[in-house]
């Protein structure tokens, strides 16, 4: 069964702390995501890495940066977090759109962050 | 620019009775079109897509999904309705390779 795994499902951490979020997939995929869900707004992308080493910014990158250094691995950093940074953040992987997989996303369970 | 609309916050069934969750898109090029649900504190799970060929896309749990160009929608529908229906549900597009389009979601709720 495929997989994608988040380290921490509840967090709560204090304003200007440092904060990793941590995901592993073991379904071989290059593409990998983070995305934040917040009520009414739904799913924005924050970072996003087609390979090893390789990110690209999403829409909302902003206090945030991100890390791959293994393929299967995909960590999300808040380098000081701020209260607006509480939210569900989830990620995801896939292979690429139109080669051998039509490209649908499989998430992880999600992390909820509080900031304090 | 491309976007995926949700025109429904809330979408209220009763038990037993079909249900349709509206979508509609603008997506450049042939998209492939995604819907997803999600339970309380829950990731988002994978119901059907539709790429290309069949209007009419069956998925996970009885859902499907009907796939309408002219009218550039992609609603999900159920014949019947089950309470454990009752959930989020986000549609979603992707054009090229990486730019995943989600909407703002639909909560289902299903009476008893």
């Known amino acids: 069964d495929v997989k994608v795994t988040q380290s921490s499902r509840y967090l709560v951490k204090r304003t200007g702390e440092k904060v990793f979020l941590e995901c592993v997939q073991d379904m071989d995929h290059e593409n990998m995501f983070w995305y934040r869900q917040d009520p009414g707004l739904g799913l924005r992308l924050i970072y996003f890495s087609y390979d090893v080493k390789m990110k690209e910014k999403g829409d909302i990158p902003e206090g945030y940066s991100v890390s791959r250094e293994k393929k299967e691995r995909f960590s999300l950093i808040l380098e000081s977090a701020s209260t607006n940074q509480t939210s569900m953040y989830l990620c995801?992987?896939?292979?690429?759109?139109?080669?051998?997989?039509?490209?649908?996303?499989?998430f992880g369970e999600g992390s909820r962050l509080t900031v304090l | 620019a491309q976007s995926v609309a949700q025109p429904e916050d809330q979408v209220n069934v009763a038990e037993g009775n079909p249900l349709t969750v509206k979508c509609t898109y603008s997506v450049s090029g042939n998209p492939y079109l995604f819907w997803y649900v999600q339970y309380p504190n829950r990731g988002l799970q994978f119901l059907l897509k539709y790429i290309t060929g069949d209007n009419l896309v069956k998925g996970s749990y009885g859902f499907e999904a009907e796939f309408n160009k002219s009218q550039t929608s992609f609603h999900l529908k159920k014949p019947s309705a089950l309470v454990s229906d009752s959930a989020l549900y986000f549609c979603?597009?992707?054009?090229?390779?990486?730019?995943?389009?989600f909407g703002t979601g639909t909560r289902l709720k299903v009476l008893a």
């Open positions: 995801a992987s896939s292979q690429t759109p139109g080669l051998a997989d039509t490209g649908e996303l499989f």
């Open positions: 979603a597009g992707v054009s090229g390779t990486y730019k995943y389009i």
